[in-house]
């Protein structure tokens, strides 16, 4: 299946802010409103941060933004934390055969 | 509080069958689409099959279609992954999912996000 193209990382400071893209295609992304977002710590499960492009989960720090542009979404954290380090996926519907596919996925450190 | 516990990973030979369980509690799987989703090691997350919240769609990835099939039990709050003719390409953390939402594009249900994730429970494929 093909994935979703995210950068590989991302770097910011703490309290700073960072986006990450993730560029699909008018089959993905760009077609519909169904792209979510998750942060995964090593050695954890995903953790949904962003659904729906711009919902937030009950308890997700609202530093959690999405949004998306044509067949680019994006996520942005702001005032970064500690915490905020590790590896983000986007994910979205598709009307390939695929049905659900994965981001390559982005390292977020902070230094 | 609403969690899921995967069950049922094992060290098999390829070729061979395995049976994945997800125990559901703090919810009901008759009401929640149902997802799995595996992480081989040092990749990143690959969709594999899911379930509408009313048990009428199943939904799979290329890779295991055929192989593979999702199904319930709702008198048991039980999600299962049937993985038959396993091959080593197939060893990874293997995860069960509970969607936040249903999807729904026009008048159908698609795979849709989710909110609650396992620990998830390891399949290894080796000869």
């Known amino acids: 299946q093909s994935a979703l193209t995210q950068p590989a990382s991302v770097s910011g400071s703490p309290g700073q802010s960072i986006t990450i893209s993730c560029t699909g295609t008018?089959?993905?992304?760009?077609?519909?409103?169904?792209v979510s977002w998750y942060q995964q710590h090593p050695g954890g499960a995903p953790k949904l941060v962003i659904y729906?492009?711009?919902n937030r989960p009950s308890g997700v720090s609202d530093r959690f933004s999405g949004s998306k542009s044509g067949n680019t979404a994006s996520l942005t954290i702001s005032g970064l934390q500690a915490e905020d380090d590790a590896d983000y996926y986007c994910t979205s519907y598709t009307t390939t055969s695929s049905l659900y596919v994965f981001g390559t996925g982005t390292r977020v450190i902070v230094l | 509080q609403v969690v899921v516990v995967e069950s049922g990973g094992d060290i098999v030979q390829p070729g061979t069958s395995l049976r994945l369980s997800c125990a559901a509690s703090?919810?009901?799987?008759?009401?929640?689409?149902m997802h799995w989703v595996r992480q081989a090691p040092g990749k990143g997350p690959e969709w594999v099959a899911a379930i509408s919240y009313d048990g009428s769609k199943t939904f799979l990835a290329d890779s295991v279609t055929g192989r593979c099939t999702i199904s319930r039990d709702t008198t048991k709050n039980m999600l299962y992954l049937q993985m038959t003719n396993l091959r080593e390409d197939d060893t990874a953390v293997y995860y069960c999912?509970?969607?936040?939402?249903?999807?729904?594009?026009?008048?159908?249900?698609?795979?849709?996000?989710?909110?609650?994730w396992g620990q998830g429970t390891t399949v290894t494929v080796s000869s």
């Open positions: 729906d492009v711009t």
């Open positions: 008018s089959s993905d992304v760009g077609a519909y409103d169904f």
């Open positions: 999912a509970k969607e936040i939402s249903i999807a729904i594009l026009g008048l159908v249900i698609v795979p849709g996000p989710m909110d609650v």
């Open positions: 703090g919810f009901a799987v008759s009401q929640y689409g």
